[in-house]
Structure formats: C-alpha cells, structure tokens
C-alpha cells in the first residue's frame, strides 16, 4: 500500500543530512510540501535543491531550533510560503559525551538546548496551525529514550525526556486532532554516527561492534528509520498517538544484551 500525502504540508527539522534528510525526501516522494529547518547553510540548500526534482518541493529555512526567535519567525515563514503545517517531524539532534562530572554546564545545555527545548519550541509554534484543521506530530527519540549507555548522561536524559514530551503532547492534544508519536531508532548509518565513530581509533571497528549490538546483526539505514516517520505521519497511523515505535533491528530486545545471547546460559544449545 503506498502513502498518499498529496497536499500536505511538512517541517522536518535537521533535514539537511542523516535521518532528517532520508525522511524529507519520502515525505516529498509521497506528495507533501516539505520544509527543512537546519542550521546547516551548506547542506541545507544542496538537500533541498535535490529533492526538488520531478515535482517534488522542498524548501530550505535556515534555523536554530533552540532559539524562540528563530522558531517563531521560521514557522511564520513556512506558513506564509505554504499556507499550512500538517506535519511536524521533530528530528534535529546533537551528540555529546560525558558522564556528570566531565559534562560542562555549557554542553548540558546546548544539547538540552537543540535536543528537548528545540522539540518544545518547534511545537509550541506549529500547534497553533495544527489546531486549525489537525495534524501529527513525530519525535524522533532514541533505544537510548528507553535505555542508558555510558559516558552519554545529557544525550540519554534528552531522549528520555522526549518520550515525557510525546506523552504530553498526545494527551493534550488527543481531541484536538493532533497525534504525536515517538520514533526511536538504533544505531543508524549517518553522519552522526560516523562522526561519533571517528573519534576512537579504529572507527570500522566502531561500527562493526554496533552491527553486532542488534540482533539482526547489522546498523539500520536511515530511510528505515525514514519510513517509520512517515508512516506514523500518514493516515494510516490514524488511531495511534502517545506510542513509540521501536526501530532498532531488536537491539533492545536482548536480556543481557547480545553478549550475553552469545555466550551467556543456554548459548551452547542454540546455533
Ligand atoms: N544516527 C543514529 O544512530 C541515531 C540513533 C538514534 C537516534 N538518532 C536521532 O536521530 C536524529 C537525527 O540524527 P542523525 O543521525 O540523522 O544526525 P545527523 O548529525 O546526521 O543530522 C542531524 C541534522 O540536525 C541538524 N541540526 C543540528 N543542530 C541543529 C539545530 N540547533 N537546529 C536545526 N538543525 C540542527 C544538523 O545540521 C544535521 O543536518 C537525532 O535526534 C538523533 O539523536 C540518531
């Protein structure tokens, strides 16, 4: 069954790259009007020219998501250029590292800033224009929404917090025609990923051990990642809101994680 969003009008934040960037393209590919808020002026532009073949439209807005002023103004700006938002994919993320005592107050706070505040912030402004005829809402949280990994105490309390966001909002917003949903990846293949992978000494490595942290046995692409979005962006999701869908190649399926389905008890009796 193919997802018709003929007419629609979407916001994808952090759509210059990575999983922003797979998303607004399938949003496009479905018919809607896509907008790209990144603070990103280089990639940006480059994504959204590309898009924007065959009939597809996607337009750039340059924007820092953890800034009110910028927010207000871009949304405003989106509005005038597309008349609606139907959609909000709040997907724009930093990665930092650091476990309380190493984390400045300084890195708290900008990822905070871009990771929780700026999913509040776009909302704040979109809702107002949903109110008006619906819409939905996808938060794009993380396995770490659910789970902790070491050294990374600012990330995972801004995933988590999203989840608490979702929740929130869908309550809120239940019986005023909005839905708002929770897609939480495993490690996907982006630049994030690879960034963050090139900081140990042996990045292929790094990436081999991720594969071998999900079940399926590999990290996930990010139209994965992208089709789960649109999805839950699409009427086809029209009696789900407050849920978050897991889509991690069953990396948080594991007791013990896959080290110990490896070598763990009752390894030796399965092959
Ligand atoms: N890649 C993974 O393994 C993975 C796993 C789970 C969750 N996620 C989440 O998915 C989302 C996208 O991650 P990705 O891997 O595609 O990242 P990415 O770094 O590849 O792309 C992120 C995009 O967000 C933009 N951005 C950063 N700060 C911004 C700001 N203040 N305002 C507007 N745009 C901003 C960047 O310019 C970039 O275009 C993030 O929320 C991330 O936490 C990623």
């Known amino acids: 069954m193919t997802i018709s969003l003929q007419g629609k009008v979407a916001i994808v934040t952090g759509g210059a790259m990575g999983i922003g960037e797979a998303t607004a393209r399938r949003?496009?590919?479905s018919g809607a009007s896509v907008a790209i808020l990144d603070v990103d002026r280089d990639a940006g532009p480059k994504t959204a020219n590309d898009i924007s073949q065959n009939g597809r439209v996607c337009e750039f807005f340059a924007c820092n998501i953890a800034?009110?002023?910028?927010?207000?103004?871009t949304v405003d700006a989106v509005v005038?250029?597309?008349?609606t938002i139907d959609i909000l994919v709040?997907?724009?993320g930093i990665q930092s590292y650091?476990?309380?005592v190493s984390t400045s107050e300084e890195d708290w706070d900008r990822l905070m800033g871009i990771n929780l505040k700026g999913c509040f912030l776009v909302s704040k402004f979109v809702v107002p224009h949903m109110l008006k005829s619906g819409g939905a809402i996808v938060i794009v949280g993380s396995v770490q929404s659910f789970s902790a990994v070491a050294n990374s105490v600012a990330y995972v309390t801004a995933k988590h917090g999203l989840l608490g966001l979702t929740r929130a909002m869908s309550l809120d917003y239940a019986q005023k025609g909005i839905r708002v949903n929770c897609v939480c990846p495993g490690a996907i293949d982006t630049p994030m990923l690879r960034w963050a992978a090139s900081l140990a000494p042996d990045p292929d490595e790094v990436i081999r051990a991720c594969d071998r942290m999900h079940a399926m046995g590999r990290i996930g692409k990010a139209d994965e990642v992208a089709d789960a979005i649109v999805y839950l962006a699409s009427p086809m999701a029209s009696f789900i809101t407050g849920a978050a869908l897991v889509v991690d190649g069953g990396m948080l399926v594991p007791a013990g994680g896959m080290g110990f389905q490896e070598g763990?008890?009752?390894a030796a009796t399965h092959k």
């Open 27 to 29: 949003l496009a590919d």
């Open 90 to 92: 709040n997907n724009a």
């Open 67 to 73: 800034v009110n002023e910028q927010v207000s103004r």
């Open 80 to 83: 005038s250029k597309f008349g």
């Open 264 to 266: 763990g008890t009752g």
């Open 98 to 100: 650091g476990d309380v």
